[in-house]
C-alpha cells in the first residue's frame, strides 16, 4: 500500500466521521462544528505525517538494502569467476587443467556419439624444456611454456580447446577435425615454434613433438588422451619434432602388439 492511498483513506474516515458528527450535532452548533473540524483535521494531519515520515524511513531503508544486495551479488559473481577460473585454468600459462579438459572432452565425445562429428586430441611435449631449465633456469622455461602457449592459442580456432597435462605436455582437442586436419594443423603450430627464441640466442632451436588420435566411438576420455600421449612417445622416439598418429584398432580386433604401435603421421 503506498503513501498516496493511506494519505486518501485517512482523509475520506476524516469526512465521513465529519458527516456522521454533523448530522448528529443538533441545529445552531455551528461553533462546536468548526472546533469538531478543527480537531478531526488534526486528528488526520497528525498521523498522516507520522505515517509518512515511517514511509520515507522505510522506502530509504529499502533502497540501502537494494543498493546492499546488488553489491552482495557482485562480490558473489566475482568470487564465482575467482573460483571458476582457479579450478579450471592453468596458473603458469593460463591454459585450461588436465580436470577442466576432460569435462570438455567428455561433452564432445558424447556430441560424437549421437551423430557425425567428429574430433581428434593432439598431445604436445616442448621438446627442448628440460634444456632450457638446466642452461638458463626454470624463469627462462617457465618464459618458454607461456609463449608456447600463446603461440598454440594464436594457431587454434575458437571451437578448439588447449589444456596443459604437466610441466612441459599440453593437450588440444581439435573439434570437427579429422586426423589429416590435425596433422596440417600441429604442422603449422610447429613451424611457428620454431620461431622461439630463448634469450636471444638462436642456437637453441625449440621444437614441439606431437602426438594425435581421433575419436573412433569406443574410447573413453583417458583412453584418448593415453593414446595421442603413446603417439606422441613414439614421436620423441623418431627424434622429436614430428608429428605421430595412434594406430587404433577396435576392441574386437585389437591384440596386445597392435595396441602399442604407433604410425609416423608426417
Known amino acids: 500500500m503506498n503513501k498516496t492511498r493511506i494519505h486518501l483513506l485517512l482523509g475520506t474516515n476524516t469526512l465521513v466521521l465529519y458527516g456522521l458528527v454533523f448530522f448528529l450535532l443538533p441545529e445552531g452548533s455551528s461553533s462546536q462544528l468548526i472546533v469538531i473540524g478543527l480537531a478531526m483535521a488534526a486528528m488526520m494531519i497528525m498521523p498522516s505525517l507520522v505515517i509518512n515520515r515511517a514511509l520515507n524511513f522505510l522506502e530509504q531503508r529499502a533502497i540501502e538494502a ?55 586430441v593432439a598431445v604436445l611435449q616442448v621438446d627442448q624444456f628440460a634444456d632450457i631449465v638446466d642452461e638458463h633456469g626454470l624463469s627462462s622455461g617457465n618464459e618458454t611454456l607461456q609463449l608456447f ?14 589444456a596443459r597435462l604437466g610441466p612441459d605436455v599440453f593437450t588440444i582437442l581439435l573439434s570437427g577435425a579429422s586426423e589429416d586436419d590435425a596433422v596440417m594443423i600441429i604442422h603449422r603450430i610447429s613451424q611457428l615454434i620454431g620461431q622461439i627464441k630463448v634469450k636471444d640466442e638462436d642456437t637453441l632451436k625449440v621444437t614441439a613433438s606431437g ?32 608429428v605421430a598418429g595412434f594406430n587404433y584398432k577396435p576392441p574386437e580386433e585389437e591384440t596386445p602388439a597392435d595396441s602399442e604401435e604407433e604410425k609416423p603421421a608426417g
Not at 89 to 110: I, M, P, W
Not at 149 to 162: F, G, M, N, T
Not at 222 to 232: E, S
Request: aromatic share 6%; glycine share 4%.
Open 66 to 120: 537494494e543498493s546492499e544486495l546488488e553489491s552482495v551479488n557482485a562480490d558473489l559473481a566475482n568470487l564465482k569467476e575467482r573460483f571458476s577460473s582457479v579450478t579450471t585454468l592453468d596458473e603458469l600459462t593460463g591454459c585450461y587443467n588436465e580436470s577442466h579438459f576432460k569435462d570438455v572432452l567428455l561433452q564432445h565425445r558424447a556430441m560424437s556419439e549421437r551423430g557425425t562429428y567428429e574430433f581428434t
Open 211 to 242: 602426438g594425435i588420435t581421433t575419436f573412433h566411438g569406443t574410447e573413453s576420455t583417458d583412453d584418448l588422451i593415453a593414446n595421442a600421449t603413446k603417439a606422441l612417445e613414439f614421436a620423441v622416439e623418431q627424434g622429436r619434432d614430428r
Open 149 to 162: 602457449s600463446r603461440i598454440v592459442k594464436a594457431a587454434l580456432r575458437e571451437v578448439d580447446v588447449l
